[in-house]
């Protein structure tokens, strides 16, 4: 073999590589599920969904900054996102994340939080996040609806 | 029959084992420090946000407000991506970089994401973020570590060995942990 073939090799194996890269990157378990749900629809009848495991698709808005460990999925509908929540180290999503299309799968969570609970997340995701949180904004309990991820094709 | 001279050997293990896995040592260690401070830092990504203002948007479908916004912004390339998590606001994402209008009073913020170079793809190998083949090759590394753990306490005999300093230092290093979650059962 000679330079020519060592640099024919090399070029096609860094082009190789960048086409891999640029492809979609699978993150945790394979999906399993064909049909996709509406983000919406769990959004708007949460307690119909919720322990049920469901394929959702959008545009990925939001990365947990920190460990990766969440992605926030846009809805069909404006003005409206999912947390697909994921235990930390099983699966990081990167920041590079943030403006692609994501099919994720996983289990609706419904769980409803006291005022007290509120503030202490706001307050956690404010550092986790860098920015500012005022306690002043949560006015009583909430009911938190996000997908407990298990896996999720980014592109 | 030559007698089998096993400290020789541990010791060989010892060193070459060390050698093998100074590079994984310094990955995971530098790492580990790295991602221990986590909620003091980003130890992935350096985010720079930088603040500009533009007329406030009037348009008024989603279509019309990005093609007005891009418009004042100057920005010839079209976003991968936009969204608007309320009315009031316009998130366009481009590579790395991620712009929020808010529309009526045109303030943008603008925030660059960059992985910090080196140390994005050592915490990375840290958490195992890539799976597949890297567990397999961080097992053998905790494996590793262990055969160097074991082989370091037999290399030396006398004073300094097992049998001399050696057993009160291997204990002081088994009383931080034993010591440090006692104190962390009863005080939490």
């Given amino acids: ?155 | 029959m030559a007698e089998f001279k096993w400290r020789k050997w541990n010791n060989i293990l010892h060193r070459d084992i060390g050698y093998l896995v100074v590079a994984m040592t310094l990955i995971y260690g530098i790492s580990g420090l790295a991602v221990n401070h986590v909620a003091d830092w980003n130890p992935n990504y350096t985010i720079e946000q930088e603040f500009l203002t533009i007329p406030p948007v009037t348009g008024k479908d989603k279509d019309a407000i990005v093609h007005e916004v891009l418009d004042r912004l100057r920005l010839d390339t079209a976003p991968s991506n936009s969204f608007r998590p309320d009315p009031e606001t316009l998130q366009l994402f481009f590579d790395k970089k991620t712009y929020t209008i808010d529309l009526p009073t045109g303030n943008v913020m603008v925030e660059h994401t960059r992985p910090r170079r080196v140390l994005y793809e050592m915490n990375q190998l840290h958490v195992n973020a890539p799976k597949r083949l890297w567990t397999f090759i961080a097992d053998i590394f905790a494996v590793a570590l262990i055969a160097m753990a074991v082989t370091g306490m037999f290399m030396l005999k006398g004073p300094t060995g097992l049998a001399g300093r050696g057993k009160w230092l291997i204990g002081t290093g088994v009383l931080v942990p034993v010591l440090y979650w006692v104190y962390h059962v009863n005080f939490p």
């Fill in chain 1, 1 to 155: 073999m000679n330079r020519k073939h060592f640099v024919t090799l090399g070029v096609s194996g860094v082009l190789l590589c960048a086409v891999v890269l640029a492809g979609p990157k699978n993150y945790g378990k394979k999906l399993t599920l064909k049909d996709k749900t509406k983000v919406s629809d769990i959004l708007a009848n949460p307690e119909q969904f919720a322990g049920k495991k469901v394929l959702v698709e959008g545009t990925v808005v939001d990365v947990c900054q920190e460990r990766g460990c969440w992605i926030k999925v846009s809805s069909d509908k404006e003005f409206e996102s999912i947390r697909i929540k994921v235990e930390d180290g099983v699966i990081v999503f990167p920041m590079e994340a943030k403006g692609k299309s994501a099919l994720a799968e996983g289990i609706v969570s419904v769980k409803t939080y006291s005022k007290e609970d509120l503030i202490k997340q706001g307050e956690m995701h404010a550092k986790e996040e860098g920015t500012t949180f005022d306690p002043a904004t949560v006015t009583g309990p909430k009911t938190v609806v996000q997908i407990k991820g298990e896996g999720a094709i980014i592109k």
